[in-house]
């Protein structure tokens, strides 16, 4: 404890201070080093002529001129390592040459020659035991108070990364161990009185400061680059987190639990599609738009773009009435007078607007016929854009009935209305579960696609106004039932992650990716169209859930690594749940206008013959009859093949 105390005192002193008392060790180790080669070549105890004495000050002199210039005063003793100590020798090696040349190869009258080389020696051993002796004891002392801190490493030395710092320097259980960052200009530098690292051999770094936590404070590097970044730090057993949000800057408070673990667009690599704004907001603002699902994964992203586009009406409509009561309390609050909204997404580059938007709630299915007639009535909506559906598979499989009601026959009761209400546009959120489906809900997704492409053609010929268009989605990360708060919460927990098959790979996009995509294909389409998303190469869940694991700081529990954190489990893939997803069913995509988003024109059935198909399949519902359930759907999805598990 007095240790501690002790250097908590000498902590407090201004680092100009301790150098000159650092100078002082250096200039009596020179002198006493100088008078005990003496002692050691001459056998006398006292020096005895002026040139010994001339000699002395001479070598002390040089020595330090030689030390200053190589920055031996620079060191923060508690840091030394492997730079410092070439740095030392190189030091060395110029006063050694100094000496010999002096003292031995020219000669002083009454010094020994061999002093030249003696002397040099037992400076540096000197010197050099003081140096690590102090390191040793700050290392001690300070050991146990660092296991109980966090021993952070930043990721990037620039504006983002000095704020920070200077941020989680206030807090006490928090340690900043060093920057890294790509640029050499600040490799080797200190930046805030931090050490600037090389990032290359990032474990071995990682390994020999302790870090416990990384952060990547990079945030206008492309995700690519931070994908990059990412890669490097598997395995090397820390958690890697991001930086909050730039107000959290401005206000200045930000602590280690304001930090971000990563998101999962961070671990895909893939930089977000971004939209074309000025399309998207020539078909929203001041028109009258009508969500259903509203208070939906999708749905809620898809209101607060669509708010942050100032629509004269935003009307929400859904069946949960905690999630509609969430969605409309957020979103009302943003239309509060002297509330500015930040626009997001769809429009990157505007500046906050006030928003005038009159928001109207109602808690109600899209198979209340009578109720939707009223809504549609009363507020003659512009565009709709239909999120509303069940969409857990193993749920819908185990209810299929109801399944089929909600997607089928609530997607045909919204679409017929909408036409019947002169709606400008009407586009449908589907899914890539609707390509050549195995359960239920992939069939319900599929048949509502069928009942707009009808309805589209039935349009055109009969020159009503409604544009009826479709988005299909790969998995939505973060969205209810996504894979990604089901590994966070299991990893949280300490729990086995569980995966339904090693060689299972799926599609992802980010939710404000998703809701852009729905605005986007509003804005593009002439009626009929299916519009997908190009995301790249589908991702191995088991690749996602292992790097879950690595940067969270924990490893894998298998039969190779026991003493492992987190075992990953595979439980079987489930009834309708297929190894891989497809997005579209033909191998024709075409462009559009927008270079990351493809069109397919897809087959249907006429309006006359799936209205008759409709009719029959509702009639198979009343009975409930499950084994005719699945005829029918496999009569109007042909490709269908239920309980498929492979």
């Not at 607007?353 to 009535?377: C, G």
């Not at 060689?503 to 389409?525: G, K, N, P």
């Not at 075992?567 to 024709?588: A, S, V």
């Amino acid at each position: 404890m007095k240790i501690n105390a002790l250097i908590t005192l000498i902590s407090l002193i201004p680092r100009r201070f301790k150098r000159i008392c650092v100078l002082f060790v250096d200039i009596s180790l020179s002198g006493l080093t100088f008078w005990y080669s003496i002692y050691l070549l001459s056998g006398n105890w006292l020096i005895q002529s002026n040139s010994q004495w001339l000699s002395m000050a001479f070598e002390i002199i040089v020595s330090t001129a030689i030390f200053y210039c190589f920055g031996l005063y620079n060191e923060v003793f508690r840091y030394i390592g492997s730079a410092a100590f070439k740095s030392t020798v190189r030091a060395f090696i110029y006063l050694f040459c100094t000496a010999l040349i002096v003292f031995t190869l020219i000669g002083v009258e009454d010094v020994p020659r061999s002093i030249g080389i003696i002397q040099p020696i037992l400076l540096f051993c000197a010197i050099g035991s003081f140096r690590y002796l102090i390191r040793f004891i700050f290392s001690y002392s300070r050991s146990n108070i660092e296991r109980k801190k966090k021993s952070i490493l930043i990721f990037g030395a620039g504006q983002s990364g000095r704020q920070l710092l200077a941020s989680l320097n206030i807090d006490k259980n928090i340690i900043v161990k060093g920057f890294v960052d790509d640029d050499t200009r600040l490799q080797g530098n200190f930046v805030n009185g931090i050490c600037v690292y090389s990032c290359e051999n990032l474990k071995a770094l990682i390994d020999n400061l302790a870090i416990t936590d990384l952060i990547l404070a990079m945030p206008s590097s492309s995700r690519s680059r931070r994908l990059e970044v990412i890669n490097a730090l598997e395995g090397c057993g820390v958690r890697v987190r991001t930086l909050p949000s730039v107000v959290s800057f401005v206000t200045g408070q930000i602590n280690l639990a304001d930090l971000h673990d990563l998101e999962m667009p961070d671990l895909l690599g893939r930089n977000e599609v971004l939209p074309d704004p000025l399309a998207i907001s020539h078909a929203v603002s001041n028109k009258v738009i009508l969500v259903t699902g509203a208070g939906g994964s999708i749905g809620s992203e898809l209101c607060r773009q669509i708010l942050a586009l100032s629509p004269k009406e935003l009307i929400l409509v859904d069946s949960c009435e905690f999630n509609l009561y969430t969605i409309s309390s957020e979103l009302k609050v943003k239309c509060l007078p002297g509330v500015n909204l930040k626009l997001d997404g769809a429009h990157p580059e505007s500046d906050s607007i006030a928003n005038h938007t009159k928001i109207f709630s109602y808690l109600l299915s899209i198979r209340d016929i009578n109720s939707i007639k009223r809504v549609f009535s009363r507020h003659c909506p512009d565009t709709v854009f239909h999120a509303a559906a069940y969409k857990h598979v193993p749920l819908v499989e185990e209810n299929a009935v109801e399944g089929i009601r909600n997607n089928v026959f609530g997607t045909k009761t919204i679409a017929e209305l909408s036409m019947a209400s002169g709606v400008r546009n009407f586009t449908l959120v589907s899914t890539d579960k609707a390509v050549r489906p195995t359960n239920v809900m992939g069939a319900t997704k599929r048949i509502s696609e069928l009942i707009l492409q009808s309805l589209a053609e039935s349009v055109k010929s009969s020159q009503l106004p409604t544009i009826f268009s479709m988005v299909r989605f790969g998995n939505v990360l973060g969205s209810s039932g996504s894979v990604a708060p089901l590994f966070v919460n299991q990893i949280k927990n300490r729990e086995p992650i569980t995966i339904t098959h090693p060689d299972v790979t799926r599609y992802f996009m980010s939710i404000s990716e998703a809701a852009q995509l729905v605005l986007q294909a509003s804005s593009m389409s002439s009626g009929g169209e299916v519009f997908i998303l190009d995301m790249g190469a589908p991702v191995r869940i088991y690749d996602l859930a292992l790097k879950m694991i690595y940067l969270s700081g924990l490893t894998l529990k298998d039969e190779l690594h026991p003493d492992g954190d987190i075992e990953i489990k595979f439980i079987g893939l489930r009834p309708g749940e297929k190894l891989f997803e497809e997005l579209l069913i033909g191998n024709d995509p075409q462009p559009t206008k927008h270079a990351k988003i493809l069109k397919g024109n897809e087959s249907f059935i006429p309006l006359d013959k799936l209205n008759k198909e409709l009719k029959a399949l509702e009639e198979i519902l009343e009975s409930n009859d499950l084994k005719l359930v699945y005829e029918k759907l496999k009569n109007l999805v042909p490709e269908y093949i239920p309980n498929v598990t492979a």
